[in-house]
């Protein structure tokens, strides 16, 4: 869903073609090699963003000894969905690191409708780990001690690190500082 959005928020900005938008999504960071996004892939986003009616051919540019180039254009359908895709990376993300594309196109959502989703996925997170937090002295496996301390000191430290990054995301939202 990412890669969609990505795509749908570069043709808002105006028509592109394919490989332009890969090398958008590679500078600065190289996102494209992070996510692994080969060409195959992106062209196959490209086609299902086509298939919903999102996105369409609007020219096609013919040169001598290259392939022809076909230029996309955003329709009034994907105008309307790509807010409702950003909603849906929010609620479906696991981790800020799967909302970083939706974060850098907030423009085109209302902030307090996704301070709104956040906040209530840092409740359900923070009563989720309250709960966790009640088994830590159950005696479950005696032989293994070492490794549940070891699991349990790793998954302490990731719950209070994602719980303190969420709150902080949601005050730079609030605060327009993002």
């Known amino acids: 869903m990412s890669i969609q959005i990505f795509i749908l928020s570069r043709l808002m900005e105006g028509n592109n073609y394919p490989y332009k938008i890969k090398k958008q999504l590679s500078a600065p960071i190289p996102?494209?090699?992070l996510v692994g996004l080969t060409e195959s892939k992106l062209y196959y986003h490209f086609e299902s963003l086509v298939k919903q009616?999102?996105?369409?051919?609007?020219?096609?540019?013919?040169?001598?000894h290259r392939p022809d180039k076909q230029v996309f254009g955003i329709t009034d359908k994907g105008r309307e969905?790509?807010?409702?895709?950003?909603?849906?990376?929010?609620?479906?993300?696991?981790?800020?690191?799967?909302?970083?594309?939706?974060?850098?196109?907030?423009?085109?959502?209302?902030?307090?409708?996704i301070i709104s989703i956040l906040e209530k996925k840092l409740v359900s997170f923070t009563t989720r780990w309250e709960e966790i937090k009640t088994f830590d002295n159950v005696d479950f496996y005696p032989d293994k001690?070492?490794?549940?301390?070891?699991?349990?000191g790793y998954y302490s430290t990731r719950?209070?690190?994602?719980?303190?990054?969420?709150?902080?995301?949601?005050?730079?939202?609030?605060?327009?500082?993002?």
């Open 81 to 113: 969905e790509l807010p409702k895709k950003i909603y849906k990376l929010f609620e479906n993300a696991d981790a800020i690191t799967d909302m970083l594309v939706g974060l850098s196109n907030l423009k085109y959502v209302e902030r307090d409708k």
């Open 53 to 64: 009616g999102l996105i369409e051919i609007v020219e096609i540019i013919k040169e001598e």
């Open 159 to 178: 719950t209070e690190h994602t719980i303190h990054w969420m709150e902080e995301l949601i005050n730079r939202l609030k605060n327009e500082e993002i």
């Open 145 to 152: 001690e070492k490794l549940l301390n070891f699991i349990s």
């Open 31 to 33: 996102l494209d090699q």
